[in-house]
């Protein structure tokens, strides 16, 4: 018989397993009411109109991975590290320098896609009458950079019960805001309920661990805390560069979507990726607790473990979007024809994403940053080559939709055994130095 009382006791007694319930448990009402908005979004707008949102979306989300300058990862490595070590002192200067590098690399950041937007937009959206709007936009970039940073730093101290609580409060209100300002004002409160729900997200970390942000402003006025500038820089450089890269990869597919095909295929793609997100969103917020405990712990089954789990929170979902398909994709609306049969085939990619993100984890738990940066640089240049060539021969045949997910398909299964190798190999070597 099922004992939920003792369930409940190893669960508070095992620590790895009670972050793990609230990153998991305590973010899924957040989550899925996000998701929930999403879908009505896609229903609000249509398919064609959908797809210029997910481009806008889109663009500002690469801008937004590029501007945290790879600091979200490694300041969970350094801090989880260092706490582990008793270090507490070494670690809030570890905490400032984050911050002050995501402040400063994120505003030059927000100046150039200040600069270079109306070019941008005024290519991609002739008729777009919203561009004012996307001026604000800039501000989007140092909030999520601050945001991420700051999640990073209360990731690193194991605070997961206040991220999920935070999370939730998201949810509720990119749901609310989504729903009522796309009711009214179409692509345009779509957008505004975008940029709203991240202001709002920003505040809520803010009030958490305000005190930092006002502390890290400050120039740098210690010999120390310069020598860990520079090695936080280090270490960050091959992070940054990989979501730089990366990015550009995801806008990128998105703009060819468009420019060999058409907004009706982007809108297509997007919606089965929105299912895709709502899959991986919770390995996604495991990736921060299993981050945590690879850096601060030395137990050498414990990627295996990770692994498996992984797996199970990933499969399940996939398994009830297989089976319920044809009901999703009713409820997106009867202009996202082949959304049913795209889902057959861009659900597979959750299950080698959330593969491929957790042995990202685990070379970033070793600081073997350039290596992550390395197999990504060629994943996403084996994606972009595969779907110019299915373009080239099956663009008469496929939609771009399908041709795009068949290349990430096969770009991140190459980017799994790839990681497998190079992991067996350093742990060979590991072995024979000891």
């Known amino acids: 018989m099922f004992n939920i009382t003792l369930l409940k006791s190893r669960i508070e007694k095992n620590r790895l397993l009670k972050d793990s319930f609230w990153a998991i448990f305590g973010n899924i009402l957040g989550k899925g009411l996000a998701f929930i908005a999403g879908v009505i979004i896609a229903n609000l707008l249509g398919k064609d109109i959908f797809g210029q949102y997910g481009l806008v979306r889109n663009t500002l989300i690469?801008?937004?991975?590029?501007?945290?300058?790879?600091?979200?990862?490694?300041?969970?490595?350094k801090i989880s590290k260092l706490i582990s070590e008793k270090q507490y002192k070494i670690s809030l200067i570890y905490q400032k320098t984050a911050i002050r590098i995501s402040i400063y690399f994120s505003v030059f950041l927000a100046i150039v896609f200040y600069i270079f937007s109306?070019?941008?937009?005024?290519s991609l959206f002739e008729d777009f009458k919203g561009k004012q709007l996307l001026?604000?936009?800039?501000?989007?970039?140092?909030?999520?950079?601050?945001?991420?940073?700051?999640?990073?730093?209360?990731s690193g101290e194991r605070?997961?019960?206040?991220?999920?609580?935070?999370?939730?409060?998201?949810?509720?209100?990119?749901?609310?805001?989504?729903?009522?300002?796309?009711?009214?004002?179409?692509?345009?409160?779509?957008?505004?309920?975008?940029?709203?729900s991240q202001?709002?997200?920003?505040?809520?970390?803010?009030?958490?661990?305000g005190y930092r942000i006002r502390a890290s402003i400050l120039f740098i006025k210690n010999l120390n805390e310069k020598k860990i500038l520079i090695k936080f820089l280090s270490s960050a450089l091959p992070v940054a560069m990989r979501e730089g890269v990366y990015a550009i990869s995801i806008w990128?597919?998105?703009?060819?979507?468009?420019?060999?095909?058409?907004?009706?295929?982007?809108?297509?793609?997007?919606?089965?990726?929105?299912?895709?997100?709502?899959?991986?969103?919770?390995?996604?917020?495991?990736?921060?607790?299993?981050?945590?405990?690879?850096?601060?712990?030395?137990?050498?089954?414990?990627?295996?473990?990770?692994?498996?789990?992984?797996?199970?929170?990933?499969?399940?979902?996939?398994?009830?979007?297989?089976?319920?398909?044809?009901?999703?994709?009713?409820?997106?609306?009867?202009?996202?024809?082949?959304?049913?049969?795209?889902?057959?085939?861009?659900?597979?990619?959750?299950?080698?994403?959330?593969?491929?993100?957790?042995?990202?984890?685990?070379?970033?738990?070793?600081?073997?940053?350039?290596?992550?940066?390395?197999?990504s640089l060629v994943r996403d240049f084996i994606i972009i080559g595969l779907f110019y060539w299915f373009h080239e021969f099956f663009n008469q045949i496929y939609s771009g939709a399908f041709l795009m997910v068949w290349a990430q398909l096969i770009g991140l299964l190459l980017f799994v055994l790839c990681s497998q190798v190079i992991k067996v190999k350093y742990e060979k070597n590991s072995l024979e130095y000891q």
């Open 118 to 122: 109306e070019m941008i937009l005024s």
């Open 159 to 196: 605070k997961f019960k206040e991220i999920a609580r935070i999370n939730t409060l998201y949810g509720g209100v990119i749901f609310f805001t989504s729903l009522i300002f796309t009711y009214l004002f179409g692509l345009l409160g779509a957008l505004f309920a975008l940029l709203l």
């Open 252 to 375: 990128g597919r998105n703009l060819l979507i468009v420019l060999w095909f058409s907004f009706g295929d982007l809108g297509l793609y997007s919606a089965a990726m929105q299912i895709n997100i709502m899959i991986l969103y919770i390995p996604g917020i495991l990736q921060n607790v299993f981050l945590s405990y690879l850096s601060g712990g030395n137990d050498k089954k414990l990627f295996n473990k990770l692994l498996l789990f992984n797996f199970l929170v990933t499969i399940i979902p996939v398994i009830l979007v297989v089976l319920f398909r044809n009901e999703l994709s009713i409820i997106y609306g009867e202009s996202f024809n082949g959304l049913k049969e795209l889902l057959l085939y861009s659900i597979l990619i959750t299950v080698l994403s959330s593969l491929a993100n957790l042995y990202s984890q685990y070379f970033l738990s070793l600081g073997k940053n350039w290596i992550i940066f390395k197999i």
């Open 62 to 77: 690469s801008f937004s991975m590029f501007s945290t300058f790879g600091v979200g990862y490694v300041v969970i490595s």
């Open 135 to 154: 001026y604000l936009f800039p501000l989007l970039l140092i909030l999520n950079s601050l945001t991420t940073t700051q999640q990073g730093i209360l």
């Open 199 to 209: 202001v709002f997200l920003f505040y809520c970390y803010r009030i958490k661990s």
